[in-house]
């Protein structure tokens, strides 16, 4: 519901501002940075609410590597020590691919992929991992920490390396052996998903059934604004058997994390943009303090109606991906201001929507009389933090409570620095070298894909998902497994018709009449070929978006095959898209944009599955096997995540605060080690 990922397939040629978008990378994982536009002209006042919401951000780091398996911490640390302290030999093998191991670890937050949920496989030996760290041992707090763990009862004092050998004996096998706990989240049908899975928001040996009996005897079925059940808390089993919630708040579970972050949510209310704020960030506070859920719900409220204020931030426990039963949310965090030029794109076109509604290729019957665009706030991301950091999300919806979103609505953000970054970090990659036709069309993208792109998902967002409606009688939910790509597809053709139109044009939102092809033809190349990248060889397109994409680019090829509007050529052995006729192609979107519409407003099922089956799911087997060739020899990294700035405070004599620089030259290591020693605030074992 409330996250937006990057479709990390763009093109384009290099396009240098003077930053560095690309930074390291390593297995699976390019590391990139975001540029926080406009940071130096915010007012003193602003950069200091940054500044400290931006702290309070990176306080609650250690409680996700916690959420996410209860080894991770000490494993982490363990390997710090290693990477900061060992003597050996750190160009050997081992120490290389140790050095990888870590790297992934900081990523996903834990020893599982961020994405995959699989255990990583450490390429460096056992017997290695012992030595070294024996080796390092001392120099670890581990080293005090773990003795009255691994010490029993009646035992002399043990020696260090009895210790760390002790230690070793309970994380090895977590590490290395494969079938323990191989799975962060498992989602398979029919198995324990809790007893399967390596997330640690429920106790040891908790199983599901008892965990849904748990939860069943609480749940309000009739209350109307039920609270969000089992959100902040790890279940687990008292002394007596019985199972309970150990909540994460101060004094609870999490408890000196919490009362860190507390502290900077403190330092940073002064600086407000408005009374509004004020209010937000007590309440916040206050939630944090009791860990009540209406009051988290009553925070939420707040929060959602804030949106005069030039910060913003989001800061807890907010989305449920990492819990099997999807109860239990993961702690993360966003420090953002408004992008005001952005948002006054999409103001532009939402003051406008009526224009666009009335002129659109659909049948009048299917128009509604009176149509709103959503104006959509583009923000700029200032710092990232915990499930956010540093594999991220582009855009923002929340809350994530039904009943607040249905009373009182949500806010919905897209995060236009982060969009950036990727756009421009994907400038250079070989990319369209390999899969765009011509000089003339990468060209073409260099000049105009990055904008158009921007331009098609605010006309997605602020006027396709509103445009339109159902005849009367017509049940929504009647498209059922279709109904999502084709209310993507009726979204994106509603972009992809006005793209082209003359009116962008008058409105200043398009330089002329040919930057639109730019976005015709990435997308064709997508929805043809370039997306069956993410497609493993033999499976078929499951996902909405892809389908969506798909669904356009197969019927518009189809559609125009006559008039030759587009074609597969080869050149070399090698597929291209060529677009001989741009003018037919929009007539061709505007006509599926009509049959769409229809179908959705109709609510025709069988058209709904006709369309889909036939142009949206099948994959032809040798294209795909051709794409997925040359994508493999381009040697992209399939995931992406971001380094953060880093800000400094300037202060006077008296300690105030006078301005606050930022920079962007940390290394990827240097930041986790600093965040590791500087954000320490949960213990190695948290029960
Ligand atoms: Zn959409």
Redesign the pocket.
């Known amino acids: 519901m409330t996250m937006l990922l990057a479709i990390t397939a763009a093109t384009g040629n290099a396009q240098t501002d003077g930053f560095k978008y690309t930074d390291e990378s390593f297995a699976d994982i390019q590391m990139l940075r975001y540029k926080v536009e406009g940071f130096e002209n915010l007012s003193l006042r602003q950069k200091t609410f940054v500044y400290y919401l931006s702290e309070a951000a990176l306080q609650g780091r250690d409680i996700l590597f916690d959420q996410n398996g209860r080894y991770n911490l000490r494993i982490r640390r363990a390997l710090e020590t290693i990477y900061t302290d060992y003597a050996g030999d750190r160009s050997s093998k081992d120490f290389q691919a140790m050095t990888v191991y870590l790297k992934r670890v900081w990523f996903s937050s834990g020893i599982h992929h961020h994405y995959g949920c699989e255990k990583f496989v450490p390429e460096f030996s056992e017997t290695w991992f012992r030595e070294a760290l024996q080796s390092v041992w001392q120099k670890t707090h581990l080293c005090r920490y773990f003795r009255r763990w691994v010490t029993k009862p009646g035992e002399e004092t043990l020696s260090h390396d009895e210790v760390c050998r002790r230690f070793c004996d309970e994380i090895c096998p977590i590490m290395f052996r494969q079938e323990i706990m191989p799975m962060r989240v498992n989602q398979k049908d029919g198995d324990d998903l809790i007893l399967t899975s390596a997330e640690n928001y429920y106790g040891e040996g908790i199983t599901q059934a008892e965990a849904e009996e748990f939860y069943a005897l609480r749940a309000a079925p009739n209350d109307p604004r039920p609270i969000m059940t089992g959100l902040n808390s790890r279940l687990v089993r008292g002394e007596d058997g019985n199972l309970r919630e150990a909540v994460w708040r101060e004094h609870g579970l999490y408890g000196t994390a919490i009362t860190k972050i507390i502290k900077c949510l403190e330092q940073a209310k002064p600086f407000a943009d408005n009374e509004q704020q004020v209010k937000v960030i007590d309440k916040l506070i206050e939630y944090y303090r009791t860990g009540d859920l209406r009051t988290f719900d009553e925070y939420s409220i707040l929060w959602l109606k804030e949106t005069e204020g030039l910060v913003d931030f989001v800061n807890g426990f907010t989305e449920t991906y990492g819990d099997p039963l999807g109860m239990k949310a993961s702690w993360e965090s966003i420090v953002n201001f408004k992008n005001l030029e952005a948002t006054e794109r999409t103001k532009k076109l939402s003051a406008n929507a009526q224009w666009f509604e009335d002129h659109s290729p659909v049948d009048s019957r299917f128009k509604k009389e009176e149509v709103k665009g959503i104006s959509a706030k583009v923000i700029t991301a200032a710092m990232l933090g915990g499930d956010l950091y540093p594999s991220t999300a582009i855009g923002i919806n929340l809350p994530n409570s039904d009943w607040v979103r249905k009373d009182h609505g949500s806010k919905s953000v897209t995060i236009g620095n982060l969009t950036d970054a990727y756009n421009k970090a994907s400038h250079g990659s070989g990319f369209d070298k390999e899969f765009v036709i011509d000089d003339a069309t990468r060209e073409l993208i260099r000049k105009y894909g990055d904008a158009c792109d921007d331009l098609h998902t605010d006309l997605?967002?602020c006027l396709g998902?509103g445009s339109g409606k159902l005849l009367p009688g017509t049940n929504p939910d009647t498209l059922k497994v279709y109904g999502s790509t084709i209310e993507?597809a009726r979204?994106d053709l509603f972009g992809l018709y006005y793209v082209a139109d003359p009116k962008l044009v008058e409105l200043g939102l398009t330089p002329n009449l040919d930057a639109y092809k730019s976005q015709y033809y990435t997308y064709m190349m997508n929805g043809l070929m370039t997306q069956l990248v993410r497609i493993k060889p033999g499976n078929t397109i499951e996902e909405a978006h892809m389908r969506n994409r798909a669904l356009i680019a197969h019927w518009v090829f189809e559609k125009g095959k006559a008039d030759k509007v587009v074609e597969l050529t080869k050149k070399r052995g090698k597929t291209y898209v060529k677009i001989n006729d741009y003018a037919k192609m929009r007539d061709l979107f505007g006509k599926l944009l009509a049959e769409i519409q229809r179908i959705k407003s109709e609510g025709d099922y069988n058209g709904a599955r006709d369309l889909v089956e036939t142009y949206a799911v099948k994959v032809d087997a040798n294209l795909h096997k051709e794409i997925l060739e040359r994508y493999a020899r381009l040697k992209l990294a399939p995931y992406k995540g971001f380094i953060n700035p880093v800000y400094q405070a300037v202060r006077d004599a008296e300690g105030k605060i006078i301005d606050v620089t930022v920079s962007y030259d940390e290394a990827y290591d240097a930041q986790m080690l600093r965040y590791s020693k500087e954000y320490n605030n949960l213990p190695d074992v948290n029960n």
């Open positions: 997605h967002e998902h993507e979204a």
